[in-house]
């Protein structure tokens, strides 16, 4: 089951915002994420805020999902009163998003554009599951907006994707991204997941390996995390699965490092790794700057001005109440000094670039330099500055963020 809210104040029926959210949006990067909450089948291990059509219930469907979308981002158009800047990217995530037509994501690129306006250089990505696109669907992408693809590959190995509960063959999303190279797309990301329980070294080697040698410009490479109440979850917990090792983790990520790196992709996070600086991905940095976004669709987060809200998440309900004239919003917070400081020191140290030791309170600095004397945090770096992880201490990332807030 999808993974709950969090807890906050209620958010005004109208949808307004705080002037002081409002205030000073031009002088940051703005970016808009769209939430499409279908998907053909349920996969084992995901806590997505997704639904198969069997979970929908009544007043949802792909079938009205535009007309749905149109009425918040209306409201969207009256709360921000001309206060936003034009959006520099668009993700359209899921879900399944190309389980609509590829004609509907390009009326939501519209739709974007028609509320905020759209930078001449935007990012426009979109999800796909491989087995939802071709070459058509792809083009129609491309001539509506859509510079950036992002394709859930998982693996190539057919027994991995099996326990995972994919419904893609193997291979699949590697002639998914060739075809979009070649209906225009210069950016193309594919997503693996490491640390299946079956999974072998060669398997995810291999992986890697066909990532690379599709031409993809951006890899993504997570460790799989058990969710409660997942399929995934449930098996192991019969024992008919063993529960993923942290060291089959770590030993997955040191060789998807050297494998990316020895290819000529660097890291610029600690699970994305892009060939260049614009192949990385512009609207995840919005995410793990701080910046600000607008999240549109059932469950879909947004931050403006410090001011973070999120809505309801099932889809009947979504659109009952867009259809009721009141806003989707379930709640919302005020981020106090210390929950950003919490967020940029999480946040902004997963990054290549890192962050400044000025950022850092008295106790967070000392951590620091008891960080670098671990070898954990880039001992160069620190004396210019800037608090940067080591290889090791990305695979400690976690661990090194707890120190520097503590």
């Known amino acids: 089951m999808p993974s709950a809210l969090p807890e906050g104040e209620p958010a005004p029926r109208d949808g307004a915002l705080p002037a002081a959210a409002l205030d000073g949006m031009e002088r940051r990067d703005f970016g808009v994420y769209v939430h499409v909450p279908f998907c053909a089948s349920r996969c084992g291990y995901c806590d997505f805020n997704t639904y198969t059509a069997a979970e929908l219930g009544g007043g949802a469907s792909r079938d009205n999902y535009l007309e749905t979308l149109a009425q918040e981002f209306a409201l969207a158009k009256r709360v921000a009163g001309g206060s936003a800047p034009p ?47 071709d070459a058509a669907y792809l083009s129609t992408l491309r001539r509506g907006g859509f510079t950036r693809l992002s394709l859930g590959m998982q693996s190539t190995s057919r027994h991995v994707l099996s326990i995972l509960d994919r419904d893609h063959t193997p291979g699949r999303a590697l002639d998914v991204a060739r075809t979009a190279r070649d209906v225009g797309f210069d950016h193309v990301n594919l997503d693996l997941i490491y640390g299946t329980p079956g999974e072998t070294p060669d398997d995810f080697a291999a992986s890697v390996r066909a990532a690379i040698d599709v031409g993809a410009d951006h890899v993504s490479a997570y460790a799989l995390i058990v969710e409660d109440g997942t399929a995934l979850a449930r098996r192991i917990r019969r024992g008919d699965l063993p529960y993923p090792s942290d060291d089959v983790a770590a030993d997955r990520y040191l060789a998807a490092e050297r494998l990316l790196t020895d290819a000529g992709l660097t890291w610029y996070e600690v699970s994305n790794w892009a060939t ?74 997963r990054l290549r670039e890192g962050l400044a030791i000025s950022s850092l309170n008295g106790p967070g600095r000392d951590a620091a330099r008891d960080a670098v004397e671990r070898g954990l945090l880039d001992e160069a770096a620190f004396t210019t500055g800037r608090a940067i992880l080591t290889l090791r201490g990305r695979l400690l990332a976690d661990a090194v963020v707890r120190d520097l807030i503590d």
């Open 276 to 349: 260049t600086p614009v192949a990385q991905c512009r609207h995840n940095l919005l995410y793990w700057r701080s910046d600000n976004w607008w999240g549109f669709g059932p469950g879909a987060h947004s931050h403006i001005g410090g001011l973070r809200w999120w809505n309801v998440k099932h889809p009947s309900r979504y659109a009952r109440q867009l259809e009721a004239g009141e806003s989707p919003a379930a709640g919302r917070e005020t981020l106090t000094s210390d929950q950003r400081y919490v967020e940029t020191v999480m946040l902004r140290t």
């Open 87 to 133: 959006a520099s990217t668009i993700f359209v995530g899921g879900g399944t998003p190309t389980l609509l037509r590829a004609d509907e994501l390009t009326a939501i690129v519209s739709m974007v554009a028609d509320t905020f306006g759209l930078t001449d250089d935007a990012e426009v990505t979109t999800e796909a599951n491989p087995e939802s696109v």
